[in-house]
């Protein structure tokens, strides 16, 4: 860079002359505007390396102290945009892991020869026009009995909640892996799988711990409001239905206090360990914002996930009823294989939906980044630590 190197300020960006990004006096920064024509902007760009630095948020905020809507989904674009084929391969990957687990884990708990067996007999028992007999009762019996290869409940707990926590996990670490790609994206630094995957485990994990917790305290909650209805209705019977109209309503409102507060906490688990301190001081003041944001863009990502999936799903669902019809019209085939190809085209399509499911986690990041005027938290390294601004 020459002595002559222009003054900081606000320059068209080389890459993207419909955008706009900082020039720090020796070097370009990562940050740009998407939300309409900066202060002091200059009409020339110098030359220069990008600097993995970013300059303070500038540009028009509305009376919450947050960028405008705009900013919202110029933020979601440029995320798609630049992300969307490391978005589809990430979803693609843990939603394919997480299906062949859970088949697995249910051929080993299910002997599907007897499950075939007991369909067929409880279909010949429907169609009986007769009174059904002690016979038949035990036919029933006996072949509904074969179905598990497991007899211990307690085994049968154990798988259960290992398959939900496989869900729970698979979930956790699509939203952070999602949310680490639209933190690059959205700051225009490199969007990369290794770091993605890195942060995606990581912020995973902490997440997962984040929803044990609520859930723990959200059965705890429940739990206390059913005692206090039981205890009510043994005294005072009208006020158990007052108890049990005013703690429905009562958990209502908290999760909306929850998904409100805790909105930014998905982005923020990727960047480091006390996400629910910082969310919670983050979004003080902020609430409604927050909270109208994430509804507006959890509405518009369904809307655009429902039109997507129904045009992707038209061969799925062609498939599938090929798959029916063919089961049902070969010669001595049961129940079963009906039962098999209509799981089948669920579990094939189960990667896809939450592919698009990821539309609705990329739309945190942008009110991530309104409450986080503050350099430091603008994007972080392949460490996953956050960028520190030069001074």
Do not use: H
């Amino acid at each position: 860079v020459s002595d002559q190197s222009p003054a900081p300020g606000w320059y068209p960006d080389p890459a993207d002359p419909a955008q706009y990004r900082y020039w720090d006096g020796t070097g370009w920064t990562a940050e740009t505007t998407g939300w309409g024509m900066p202060t002091g902007w200059r009409s020339e760009a110098p030359t220069g390396p990008v600097a993995p630095t970013y300059a303070p948020a500038t540009g028009v905020l509305t009376s919450s102290g947050m960028r405008r809507l705009s900013a919202l989904f110029d933020d979601v674009g440029r995320i798609i945009r630049l992300a969307w084929w490391q978005l589809v391969v990430v979803g693609l990957s843990i939603w394919a892991a997480a299906t062949v687990i859970v088949v697995a884990l249910t051929v080993s708990a299910i002997d599907f020869a007897a499950l075939d067996r007991a369909l067929d007999v409880t279909q010949r028992t429907a169609e009986s026009t007769g009174q059904r007999s002690s016979v038949i009762e035990t036919q029933l019996r006996d072949a509904w009995s074969a179905v598990p290869r497991i007899d211990s409940p307690a085994v049968w707990i154990a798988i259960g909640l290992v398959i939900a926590l496989i869900l729970m996990f698979a979930s956790c670490l699509q939203i952070a892996a999602t949310n680490r790609l639209g933190i690059d994206a959205a700051a225009g630094q490199p969007v990369r799988l290794g770091p993605a995957w890195r942060s995606g485990f990581i912020g995973g994990v902490r997440l997962l711990g984040y929803s044990l917790l609520w859930l723990v305290v959200l059965l705890v909650l429940t739990a206390a409001w059913v005692a206090l209805i039981a205890l009510t209705g043994s005294v005072v019977p009208v006020l158990a239905v007052l108890v049990g109209v005013l703690g429905f309503f009562g958990l209502i409102v908290l999760t909306f206090l929850i998904a409100g507060r805790f909105a930014p906490l998905t982005v923020q688990v990727v960047v480091g360990i006390g996400a629910l301190r910082w969310s919670w001081a983050a979004t003080r003041g902020k609430f409604w914002a927050v909270l109208g944001r994430a509804l507006l863009w959890s509405i518009v990502a369904s809307i655009v996930s429902q039109i997507v999936l129904s045009v992707v799903f038209i061969p799925f669902s062609l498939f599938g009823m090929g798959l029916v019809g063919t089961a049902v019209a070969t010669p001595g085939s049961g129940p079963l294989q009906s039962l098999v190809a209509t799981l089948a085209v669920s579990l094939l399509s189960l990667p896809l939906t939450m592919v698009m499911a990821a539309l609705s986690y990329i739309g945190i990041v942008p009110i991530w980044r309104d409450l986080t005027d503050d350099p430091v938290y603008r994007s972080i390294d392949d460490a996953g630590q956050p960028i520190t601004p030069v001074a």
